[in-house]
Antibody, heavy 126, light 110 residues
Framework: QLQLQESGPGLVKPSETLSLTCTVS??????????WGWIRQPPGKGLEWIGS???????YYNPSLKSRVTISVDTSKNHFSLRLSSVTAADTAVYFC??????????????????WGKGTTVTVSS | QTVVTQEPSFSVSPGGTVTLTCGLR?????????PSWYQQTPGQAPRTIIY???TRSAGVPDRFSGSILGNKAALTITGAQADDESDYYC??????????FGGGTKLTVL
């Protein structure tokens, strides 16, 4: 059973770079049917998609965050990472990593985010 | 900027049926947006309930169903139970690798 676990500093200073890692267990991060992503949830608010990375290495980012976000994969460690630069208090949130599926099952193409990590709280404060 | 709309809150009686919707401020939702639904209780990670419009995720009770109703995606709970009280989020695939979440619906069962 696939499991994801986020890790990284819980406190980041304003203007610095937030760095998180999501370790994948119970499956390979190299599978071509899957993609990997990050989603965040500010306190008391809804979910916001940050970005995704696919087997090909192609990345897609939320246009509102694109200039500050980098998502990468390390297949040797079976994990993927998020970097968000120039953080402000508005970046304070619970950050979730997620596994997504993008492939055919039978005659139909399925495209969805499925397995979620438990989330890690990141506070931006001096 | 794409805005995905959801009812901010909804209430249902135990045993009742409720339909939550997921729309676009501009345009209609269809299966090509691969709508998915997630359930979240306070302090927990979201749980996938429905994907690709109407497919239930493993272990999800069949009282949850997804569909397209008119110009929106819909999540219907038939025979609501107390532990269905949660926040429900939809997400739409906008193309070019971009996903957009709705603002979420807080469902109360009372």
């Amino acid at each position: 059973q696939l499991q994801l676990q986020e890790s990284g500093p819980g406190l980041v200073k304003p203007s610095e770079t937030l760095s998180l890692t999501c370790t994948v267990s119970g499956g390979s991060i190299s599978s071509s049917s899957y993609f990997w992503g990050w989603i965040r949830q500010p306190p008391g608010k809804g979910l916001e998609w940050i970005g995704s990375i696919y087997h090909s290495g192609t990345t897609y980012y939320n246009p509102s965050l694109k200039s500050r976000v980098t998502i990468s994969v390390d297949t040797s460690k079976n994990h993927f990472s998020l970097r968000l630069s120039s953080v402000t208090a508005a970046d304070t949130a619970v950050y979730f990593c997620v596994e997504g599926f993008a492939d055919y099952m039978g005659n139909y193409y399925y495209y969805y985010m499925d397995v979620w990590g438990k989330g890690t709280t990141v506070t931006v404060s001096s | 900027q794409t805005v995905v709309t959801q009812e901010p809150s909804f209430s249902v009686s135990p045993g009742g049926t409720v339909t939550l919707t997921c729309g676009l401020r501009s345009g209609s939702v269809s299966a090509t947006y691969y709508p998915s639904w997630y359930q979240q209780t306070p302090g927990q990670a979201p749980r996938t309930i429905i994907y690709s419009t109407s497919t239930r995720s493993a272990g999800v009770p069949d009282r949850f169903s997804g569909s397209i109703l008119g110009n929106k995606a819909a999540l219907t709970i038939t025979g609501a139970q107390a532990d269905d009280e949660s926040d429900y989020y939809c997400v739409l695939y906008m193309g070019n690798g971009i996903w957009v979440f709705g603002g979420g619906t807080k469902l109360t069962v009372l």
